[in-house]
């Protein structure tokens, strides 16, 4: 999960693939260091340091073996992916990179939604808090349109006040959700940075044909040319890199296209496990 997002985010991919279609598939989703039920230690984290948790949580499942853990990561997670993917490139079945970034060159996007998410600490308008997120974190169009998300009672009226109501139950868990925690993955995600050699490295030790970029155009945590140096790095589509580089979308891709999200996820593990079974 990405920066301040706790691992509930991952609410519709994993009903998705965990429960619906859980005789093919099995999700896993942890809070990443700094966050929700896991441990909130006051040091500097990096993106190297979580890529370590993330390995360490593998091993003691025993998912070890070559070519077993498809990996998805959005934003920050993109980058703990990153890290992860150049210490055990071998267990690697696929690469989902989502509104991630080799390093953050054009930050005011990224440093104006820290303000605001910092500012959640602090006592101000709250309406003018959660338009300020939703602005930098997703469309407008897909805010305003109506809530299809499975309910228990009734829907919201539009995915905004979904999405509103999800950000004031996160707020409220003062366990979970704690300035030290954040400001660290901030610096974490501030402080990655994958040069182009290292990019490379990535895109040849884990395959290009297994690796995923997607970006929507109207992001505005971490803006679109982001991804371009990304996939310039890894080798481009031109090399074998699955790319969906989606037109006035925002930052939260897998929640806005939650269905198209699915299906390319799922395209692209085919295509992973058909490689990795000597079928291509």
């Avoid at 070519?67 to 993917?85: C, F, K, P, T, Y």
């Avoid at 303000?115 to 959660?130: E, S, Y």
């Avoid at 004031?168 to 300035?179: V, W, Y």
């Avoid at 109207?218 to 310039?232: C, G, N, Q, T």
Wanted: without cysteine.
């Amino acid at each position: 999960m990405g920066l301040g997002g706790m691992k509930s985010a991952w609410q519709r991919q994993t009903k998705d693939f965990g429960h619906t279609k859980g005789d093919q598939y099995t999700s896993l989703i942890f809070d990443n260091r700094g966050i929700g039920e896991s441990g909130k230690p006051l040091m500097r984290y990096s993106t190297s340091s979580m890529a370590q948790d993330t390995m360490e949580i593998l091993d003691h499942l025993g998912w070890t073996d070559q070519r077993s853990v498809h990996v998805i990561g959005i934003s920050m997670g993109g980058m703990i992916a990153q890290e992860l993917a150049l210490r055990v490139p071998d267990r690697i079945a696929s690469l989902s990179l989502v509104s991630t970034a080799a390093y953050l060159y054009n930050t005011v996007g990224f440093f104006e939604n820290l303000r605001n998410r910092v500012n959640l600490f602090i006592p101000r308008a709250l309406d003018i808090q959660l338009a300020n997120i939703k602005r930098n974190l997703y469309s407008e169009k897909w805010l305003a349109a109506p809530d299809e998300s499975e309910y228990t009672i009734q829907p919201f009226p539009t995915n905004g006040d979904r999405f509103a109501a999800a950000e004031i139950t996160k707020r409220s868990d003062k366990e979970g959700f704690q300035r030290k925690g954040f400001m660290a993955q901030a610096i974490a995600a501030g402080w990655h940075h994958k040069s182009a050699a290292q990019l490379k490295e990535l895109g040849d030790k884990v395959g290009r044909e297994r690796i995923m970029v997607v970006h929507g155009s109207e992001d505005r945590m971490i803006s679109f040319p982001h991804a371009k140096v990304l996939l310039e790095g890894l080798g481009g589509e031109e090399g074998g890199v699955t790319t969906h580089l989606v037109e006035g979308q925002g930052h939260v891709v897998p929640i806005e296209m939650r269905r198209e999200f699915g299906a390319w996820v799922e395209d692209l593990v085919g295509r992973a496990e058909r490689l990795h079974a000597g079928e291509e």
